[in-house]
């Protein structure tokens, strides 16, 4: 072997082992990511829990109180302990790569607007599905559905249009894509709607929750603003868990007291409201298939103009998936989603 031909020989290797570390690197990357992400699952769910358990034990019978009960612990344990505990850590994870800074026009928002809308709508409406058929009921999810047409408005309203929102964002769009940005648009927005999905825990949400998140995940490295992604999430928040069980519960109580039609059309007959609530619970339905339509049609209509730039660092084609997903911070975080799945 001549001499040129060695040193190209240990130039390739060199080459290769910086590549090789360049990757470690990237996997260790996000494997920190996804063990910010463990941390607010953990501390949040474990603190609930345990102060459950706490309150179990004491023999205080506190069944009367459940619904707000549940409510506060939400609140404190996932969003007041948890996420400045999380937000803390996120610090000592650097950022790569930076967001866009665009200004976009009123009709490219509104186009936004209803393209959620029927993202959230569809997303819905395949979770059922798949619920149904593969019979995934999730007991946690049935017990949200009850906690938020059943309990306390106002709690209701701090958790899940005011806290859930803010908290969420900033850890899936944020925290995640400041992070990750660097690694191309495409990647960190379908990285952001993943986690965002299987955060959830459940099929019924996990169709809705990975559409949305692209969405928002889109929004944010685009405009580079988070509250523009946090009022959209509390729009949909707020349409879903406080503007349909205001409609809903007049009608919902009719239905539950009343056993036959002609009881039923009596009780509205003698109380005008709850003609009135279901009218209104009739159109909102209405006005939400039309949304979904128009928000299709304008998908498609906007489609040419969507686009994902390339980050500073590209991970090679066939590594990407080794790269993002097969590190430990991010098995195990997918490990405890889907232990929730099942």
Request: hydrophobic letters at 50%.
């Amino acid at each position: 072997m001549d001499r040129f031909q060695f040193e190209k020989e240990n130039e390739l290797q060199a080459r290769k082992n910086w590549q090789r570390e360049e990757l470690r690197l990237d996997r260790k990357h996000f494997s920190r990511i996804a063990f910010g992400l463990l941390i607010y699952s953990i501390l949040g769910g474990g603190l609930q829990y345990l102060t459950a358990g706490m309150i179990w034990a004491s023999g205080w019978d506190y069944t009367p109180y459940r619904g707000t009960l549940n409510w506060v612990l939400m609140l404190v344990c996932m969003y007041l302990v948890a996420a400045p505990l999380t937000a803390a850590y996120f610090q000592n994870v650097p950022k790569f790569g930076q967001v866009r800074n665009e200004r976009w026009e009123l009709r490219a928002w509104a186009a936004v607007f209803f393209i959620g809308n029927a993202m959230a709508y569809l997303g819905n409406i395949m979770g059922n599905i798949v619920t149904s058929v593969f019979g995934a009921a999730s007991a946690d999810y049935e017990n949200l559905v009850d906690m938020i047409f059943q309990g306390n408005l106002f709690l209701t309203f701090l958790t899940v249009v005011i806290g859930a929102p803010i908290v969420e964002e900033l850890l899936f769009r944020k925290f995640l894509i400041d992070r990750t940005i660097g690694y191309g648009e495409k990647l960190s927005v379908l990285l952001s709607g993943i986690l965002f999905g299987v955060m959830h825990g459940n099929f019924r949400q996990f169709f809705y929750a990975f559409a949305l998140g692209c969405l928002f995940g889109y929004i944010y490295c685009k405009t580079g603003r988070i509250r523009n992604t946090i009022l959209f999430h509390m729009w949909i928040n707020f349409s879903g868990s406080i503007l349909v069980p205001l409609m809903s519960r007049p009608v919902m109580g009719i239905l539950e007291d009343a056993g036959t039609e002609s009881e039923i059309l009596v009780q509205v007959m003698t109380h005008p409201m709850i003609l009135i609530a279901g009218i209104a619970v009739l159109v909102y339905v209405v006005g939400q298939f039309i949304a979904a339509v128009a928000g299709v049609v304008l998908f498609f209509v906007f489609k040419k103009y969507i686009c994902f730039y390339p980050g500073i660092r590209r991970l090679p084609k066939g590594r990407v998936f080794r790269t993002v997903i097969v590190n430990p911070g991010m098995l195990i975080f997918f490990a405890l989603c889907l232990l929730e799945f099942i």
